[in-house]
């Protein structure tokens, strides 16, 4: 069974410091996608950045970098020089190629602070 | 080139009656997916749909919900006798042919049940 973990309910960070968001998965497919969303309080799904598990390197998006650690199945997000609309919920997700749903972890709310 | 669109963004309905839900996915998507999003909570996978067929409902609720995603028109998922335990964001996503990785997220309705 696929899972995605998210273990920090919430976090804060200064105004222009770099923060990390934590993500574990666990899958039995050989081949799977990650994702984050960002949802502020508006409440749409924001697409983020993508990591695929065959990827060499570590997806980028501007400010936004997935550290990611297959063997420790690790797929963080960190978002650098935060902004004060950076403040959201934020969602990891995981696909597997036979498994096209997505499965959502609980999600990480940040609260950037000026 | 629009994205995927729902409507109503907001839904109120009084226990017992019948909400409908609406997606239209983007140009040229066949696959559609719904999800739902409880309050504090991740998004969680309800049915997979292609053009007249429904591919997997197995995150749908058996009695009172059902899915459908005609050769002509929006997808539509619709709610029988609501309680207010359907209270929830309703979000729908598509994806072409051959990503099913990619899917790409409507605003969501939001459900309120009185």
């Known amino acids: 069974a696929q899972k995605i973990t998210q273990t920090q309910p919430g976090m804060f960070v200064q105004e222009k410091e770099a923060v990390t968001l934590d993500c574990t998965y666990d899958t039995s497919d050989p081949s799977y996608g990650l994702f984050w969303y960002k949802q502020p309080s508006s409440g749409e799904m924001i697409f983020l950045i993508y990591q695929g598990s065959y990827d060499q390197q570590n997806a980028t998006e501007g400010r936004y970098s997935l550290n990611f650690q297959k063997a420790r199945k690790s797929a963080n997000l960190v978002i650098s020089a935060s902004q004060l609309g950076d403040s959201a919920m934020y969602f990891c997700?995981?696909?597997?190629?036979?498994?096209?749903?997505?499965?959502f972890g609980t999600g990480t709310r940040l609260k950037v602070l000026a | 080139n629009a994205g995927v669109m729902q409507n109503p963004r907001h839904l109120v309905r009084r226990r017992g009656q019948e909400a409908r839900l609406r997606c239209s996915p983007m140009k040229g998507h066949s696959h559609v997916y719904w999800y739902r999003q409880l309050p504090e909570e991740g998004l969680k996978f309800m049915v997979y749909?292609?053009?007249?067929?429904?591919?997997?409902e197995s995150g749908m609720p058996k009695e009172r919900f059902s899915a459908e995603f005609p050769k002509e028109g929006p997808s539509i998922l619709r709610i029988q006798q609501v309680v207010r335990g359907d209270s929830a964001a309703y979000f729908c996503?598509?994806?072409?042919?051959?990503?099913?990785?990619?899917?790409?997220f409507g605003p969501g309705t939001r459900l309120t049940v009185t």
């Open positions: 997700a995981m696909a597997g190629l036979r498994t096209y749903k997505y499965i």
């Open positions: 996503a598509s994806s072409q042919d051959s990503d099913l990785y990619e899917q790409y």
């Open positions: 749909l292609q053009k007249e067929n429904i591919i997997d």
